[in-house]
């Protein structure tokens, strides 16, 4: 129930329209009253009524709203234009213009932003954007409207001359064909699981513990089998094995797929990694047929085998070798990003190997493989 000072009712929500509270010809101040559960949603609908008010208001007085159950108590609407820095080479890059500051400036003036270029780093330029554009989130929604004001048209266009390829693949994605068709022309058969897997497969299945800053968890999982996204290819293939058991052994799988890890430094906090990853499940171990796909895999990618006497004594020799891991030690492996580190206990004791790979004068591990641990293949139900 809302009372003015006389103690006479204005609203009862959701009865909310009196014949004290309505709006005539006559009408010379207005309350604007929101309720919701969410105090982004809440502002930018007070922001958008405030700002169409705006054109026919003399003024707009905000209030204080008292909350003393959580201390948040505020004035509302707050009409400060939102701050943001976005880069002149970006803006450029995008569009393809080659525009300086002040010309840049103007037409993001056309737009509604206010653009002041005092930054001392002048590739950067200070965005002041109004109340009403709650859609403005980064940088790219500014790019956007500059390529707007300057006329999509107008755009420089440009076409690839001879020299330059079109369309070619990302190395990434060339590197990863290669290994594709060398695993499937070795008989191994590609699988493609999904790349959400639960905690538990992910970390307790593999005798891995989590730290609490490798995986990316997702914030409202609906089922209890897609809790994060997967730090290893493992689980996917030992799935697919699962389901697979009816088939006559041995049955060899591979994989080349992205996995996920949290990343603070990226913009995105996370960052993806191409990996690749091969299980087999027979009447044996077959360990020295998963030895066997890694030399040809090896080959094909012009890293020789060398010993791993020559390996420590001679690190400018290219080149890759294998040596026994002790099976409780973690095993750093060396990415793109940095070095992860993973528990050998996914792997039988005495079992395992570490693969290790000189680069730039420095040996690093770039792999492991080993026989998996029984209490992994229980968790699995694989025999």
């Not at 169409?52 to 707009?60: H, L, W």
């Not at 493992?234 to 994989?255: D, Q």
Request: aromatic fraction near 6%; proline fraction near 6%.
């Amino acid at each position: 129930m809302i009372y003015d000072s006389n103690r006479t009712v204005l609203s009862l929500p959701p009865i909310i329209n009196g014949d004290r509270s309505k709006i005539t010809l006559d009408t010379k101040n207005v309350f604007i009253e929101i309720t919701a559960l969410d105090k982004t949603k809440v502002e930018i609908v007070n922001h958008m009524l405030v700002a169409m008010f705006a054109g026919y208001a003399e003024s707009i007085e905000p209030i204080k709203i008292i909350s003393p159950h959580n201390g948040e108590s505020r004035e509302a609407p707050d009409l400060d234009p939102r701050p943001m820095q976005v880069e002149v080479d970006y803006l450029n890059q995008v569009t393809g213009l080659d525009l300086v500051p002040d010309e840049i400036a103007k037409l993001l003036a056309r737009m509604g932003y206010e653009v002041t270029a005092s930054n001392p780093d002048k590739n950067l330029l200070d965005v002041s954007i109004p109340i009403t554009r709650a859609d403005v989130l980064h940088q790219a929604d500014i790019m956007e409207d500059y390529a707007i004001a300057y006329g999509f048209n107008k755009l420089p266009r440009y076409y690839p001359n001879k020299s330059s390829a079109v369309a070619a693949p990302l190395p990434i994605n060339k590197l990863a064909d290669i290994v594709r068709v060398e695993s499937a022309s070795a008989g191994w058969t590609e699988v493609m699981p999904l790349i959400l897997c639960s905690h538990e497969e992910n970390f307790e299945w593999l005798n891995r513990k989590d730290d609490g800053k490798t995986a990316i968890k997702l914030a409202n999982p609906k089922t209890a089998e897609y809790q994060l996204v997967r730090t290893s290819l493992l689980p996917g293939l030992l799935k697919t094995i699962n389901s697979n058991r009816h088939h006559a052994v041995p049955i060899k799988v591979f994989e080349v797929s992205d996995v996920g890890f949290v990343d603070m430094s990226q913009e995105r906090k996370s960052r993806n990694e191409r990996h690749f990853g091969a299980a087999i499940m027979g009447k044996t171990s077959g360990f020295e047929q998963v030895h066997g796909l890694l030399d040809r895999l090896m080959l094909m990618l012009k890293s020789a085998f060398i010993t791993r006497e020559e390996g420590l004594e001679k690190p400018s020799l290219g080149g890759y070798w294998i040596e026994e891991a002790d099976g409780e030690s973690a095993i750093s492996i060396r990415s793109a990003h940095g070095v992860l580190t993973l528990p050998d206990a996914t792997f039988l004791k005495g079992h395992s190997a570490a693969v290790k790979l000189n680069i730039d004068g420095k040996h690093h591990t770039i792999g492991v493989l080993g026989i998996l641990h029984p209490s992994v293949l229980q968790k699995f139900e694989l025999p």
